[in-house]
Structure formats: C-alpha cells, structure tokens
C-alpha cells in the first residue's frame, strides 16, 4: 500500500475517504481497463466516417492524433500517480489553476459522460433491434440502463468485473481482426487473395481538407482514456496503476489505433458504402468473405457501446462526487452508502436516459443541440491537462519530487507542443462547417461554466475571509 506521502493526501483524508469510497478495484482491473479503454466505441462506430473522408490517409489521421493523446496521457498521469483523485483532471486543475478550473473541468465533462451514456446506448439499441426486428429500441435502452446503474450502485468492484470481462473480449476480438488482416493482406489466408497495395495506391483522395475531416474523427475517437486514471483512486495501489497505464499507452495506440486503421483500409475500398453502413471492421471483414465474422464483429461493437455505457455511467458518478466533495455541486450527490456515491450514480444514469428520450421527442432541435454542446468539451479538458501539469510539475519537484513516479517526457517543451497542437484543432474546427458549431457551442457551454465556477470561488472566499478560516483544501 502506498504511503499518505506517495498519495498526495493526509492521514485525517484517507481516514475520510476510507469511509466514504471504497478500494474495491483490484490491480487484474486496472490493467484491463487501461487495455481495453483504448478500444472504444468510437474506434469501432465512428470511425467509419473518418476513412470516408480521408481515405487510406486515416492512417496518418490516427497517428497524429494518437501522438497528441500520448503526450496528454502523459501528463495526466503525472499528476494522477503524484495526487490519486476520483476527480482526476478537475481536482489537477482545481490544485493548479483554482477551484473554477476545476469546476468548469469537471461539469462539462460529467455532462460529456452523462450525454454519451445515452448516445452508446442508442448505438447499442439499433444493433439489437437487428437481429430482432420490431422490438421497440428505448425498451432496449432502458434495459442496458437497468443493468448498468444497478451494477454501478452495489459496488464498485461490479464497475470492475463489468469493464474486466468486456475489456478482455475487445481485446481478443481486435487482437484476431488484427491477425487476419495481416495474413490476408499477406495472402496466407486461405481462401482469399492478396489485396496488395492496390486500395493504397490513391492515398489522399479528398486532399488536404479530406484530410483535416479525419484528423477530427480521430481525435475524438480517443475519448475515454482518462476513466483509468479516474478508476485508480478506488484501487488498492492507485501509484502503480496508473504508472502501469501510462507506460504502455504508446505501444496500445499504435497497435489498436493506428494498427487497425491500415489493416483496414488495405483490405477494403475506402470508398465503399459498406465502410460506413456495416462500419470498417465488419466491412474489411466480410471483403475477405470470412463466414461469419462479420457478424461476430458486431457482437464485439455491441460489447464496445456497453462497456462505454458502464465506464462512463461510474466516470460521470465518480466526477460528480469529486465536485460535491470539493464544495461544487448539489450536497445530495456527494451521498455515499456502501462505499458508492449511489445518489450520482442514479442521477448520472438519469440524465443519460433522459438524452435518449429527447432523441425520440425533440430530434431536430434539442437533440442535435446538446450533441453539438458536448462536440468539443474533450478538446477543453486536455487544455486544462496540459496547463495543470505545467504549473504543477515546478512545484512538485520543489516541494515533494518523491511523487513524481511517473514524469512527462521533454518537460516542458512537449506540453507546449501538446497545446499547440489543441490549438491547431480548435482552428480546423473553426474552418470546416460541420464542426464549427460544435465548436462555438462547447464555448460557449465552457464560458458558462466557467463564469459560475469563478463566481463561487469568490463567494467561497469571502465567506472564509469573514469567518477567518483558511482556504479549504483541495479535496478528492
């Protein structure tokens, strides 16, 4: 077990957090987690739209992208393994920046997490309604739902064996799609022929703004990564988890992301209407007529939008709490029994299930609106990642360098290229019309928050000024 000094917190604080969350999260889940957080739902539903329009040049689209996810792992991980925090990046910025970065962090994430929990259940209701015609979507998702919040309220170790066995079957599943592809496109394969090259041979199709279409697919693909280190603060060795994470994200990327993306556009026309129809895997799949793989494969997309509709229902709860523990929120949702904060985690699961009705009650105008609200809030937390970090790296190695267990490569210059290449994101965004009001709606979500959030900062420092009692700490 890791000391108070390796953890960032105070006896009279574990004490406090010892009865109020639990450690229920064994290593075995962690690594698990981290292994089959990088295979979302994104890599399997979204990206069928990002090879249609960059063409085989996806591959450089996920790289790129893949590179800026690395550095912002990187950092976070820093900070996470020096401060282990259920509220991850909001309690980094709330400690660097000031409780209204913190506060703007972690509310426009939660309502990211909570509006994705209704989208993957969405995606995860049409797949079912496939194979079995006429059975009215909402009931499906109102089922997952069920499942899920019920899971998620008895014990955390629930969230864990849940994310454990799906995050193993993803891993198979992509780690088989990976070995065919390679011996199909290498002619091993028996019954198929080599594909060569040929698929390859106009790699930039749409040119540079193809291009820029899915380098901004890719990007958010990558969503999802930072619940590992959100997860860590309920394990029983929060240091070693998410160093472990951290440390193997680059070859994980590489080998999923990137990895997968030229099997795929190697096997398969990036031009085919099946790509974005059946999705590329079960495509590329189905190109080298394999029997029944297709189908497999959507088995294992299903499996992808339910472990996501699990991990976000215990990230968002687990937010939530952060802020209610840190004096930001609604009192009720920081309610704990049984070691779960069970309040958050029926309200989260609400407001997710809430998003699904209004798909079905107001699809062309309060539907498209909250999606486009959330479109670029992954974009403003890696913002504050990367400007935690570089305030709080100076101070760690001035007052406590033992915590820097895991450290951020090239600092401080590769976080400066980090947020120079956010930066180039928000202007390709701001140029491409169906991303530019994405982009100008999370503003002005985050502007919102963030007069709020500084509002209260003030308030709560005046009421502490009058009283004459020190600023409170930083809490989880």
Not at 52 to 62: K, L, W
Not at 389 to 415: D, I, N, S, Y
Not at 436 to 462: D, E, I, K, N, P
Request: glycine share 12%; proline share 5%; aromatic share 10%.
């Amino acid at each position: 077990m890791p000391s108070s000094t390796q953890t960032g917190t105070t006896p009279q604080q574990q004490q406090r957090d010892g009865a109020a969350l639990t450690h229920g999260l064994k290593q075995r889940h962690l690594s698990m987690i981290a292994l089959g957080g990088v295979i979302g739902a994104g890599l399997f539903v979204g990206s069928g739209a990002g090879i249609a329009a960059a063409g085989p040049s996806i591959i450089v689209a996920y790289a790129l992208s893949g590179l800026l996810v690395m550095l912002v792992m990187r950092m976070l991980g820093e900070m996470s393994a020096a401060y282990p925090s259920s509220g991850s990046f909001s309690a980094h910025a709330e400690r660097a920046i000031g409780p209204w970065a913190g506060f703007t962090a972690g509310w426009a994430f939660w309502v990211l997490l909570c509006t994705a929990v209704g989208l993957e259940g969405i995606g995860a209701a049409q797949i079912v309604t496939g194979w079995l015609p006429g059975t009215p979507a909402w009931a499906w998702v109102a089922l997952f739902m069920v499942v899920f919040c019920g899971a998620n309220l008895a014990a955390v170790k629930n969230f864990g064996e849940f994310e454990f066995w799906f995050a193993a079957l993803k891993v198979g599943a992509i780690s088989l799609f990976l070995v065919l592809g390679v011996l199909a496109i290498t002619g091993v394969l028996p019954g198929t022929d080599s594909p060569g090259a040929s698929h390859l041979a106009d790699f930039l199709p749409n040119g540079g703004e193809g291009l820029v279409v899915g380098l901004l697919a890719s990007v958010f693909a990558y969503g999802g990564l930072e619940t590992v280190t959100i997860a860590a603060a309920e394990s029983d060795d929060p240091v070693r988890g998410v160093a472990s994470a951290v440390r193997t994200a680059m070859w994980r990327i590489a080998l999923f992301y990137v990895g997968s993306m030229a099997v795929v556009v190697t096997l398969v026309p990036w031009d085919s209407p099946e790509v974005v129809a059946k999705g590329p895997y079960v495509a590329a799949l189905d190109a080298r007529g394999i029997p029944g793989a297709g189908q497999l494969m959507n088995v294992v997309v299903l499996v992808a939008l339910l472990s996501a509709m699990n991990a976000n229902v215990y990230g968002a709860s687990r937010i939530g709490y952060s802020l209610v523990e840190r004096g930001q929120g609604p009192r009720a949702l920081g309610r704990v029994s049984g070691g779960v904060p069970r309040v958050a985690v029926l309200v989260s699961s609400l407001f997710g299930f809430g998003c699904v009705l209004l798909s079905y009650w107001r699809p062309d105008d309060v539907f498209p609106w909250l999606l486009n609200m959330i479109g670029a809030v992954i974009l403003v937390v890696w913002i504050f990642i990367a400007v935690s970090q570089l305030r709080l790296r100076g101070r760690l190695e001035r007052e406590a360098p033992e915590r820097l267990a895991v450290r951020m490569w090239g600092h401080p210059w590769l976080t400066w290229v980090a947020l120079a290449g956010m930066a180039a994101v928000f202007v390709l965004m701001a140029r491409e019309p169906g991303t530019r009001v994405q982009l100008y709606s999370t503003g002005a979500m985050t502007v919102v928050l963030a007069a709020l959030g500084y509002a209260w900062q003030r308030r709560r420092r005046q009421d502490t000024s009058q009283e004459g009692l020190p600023e409170p700490p930083v809490r989880r």
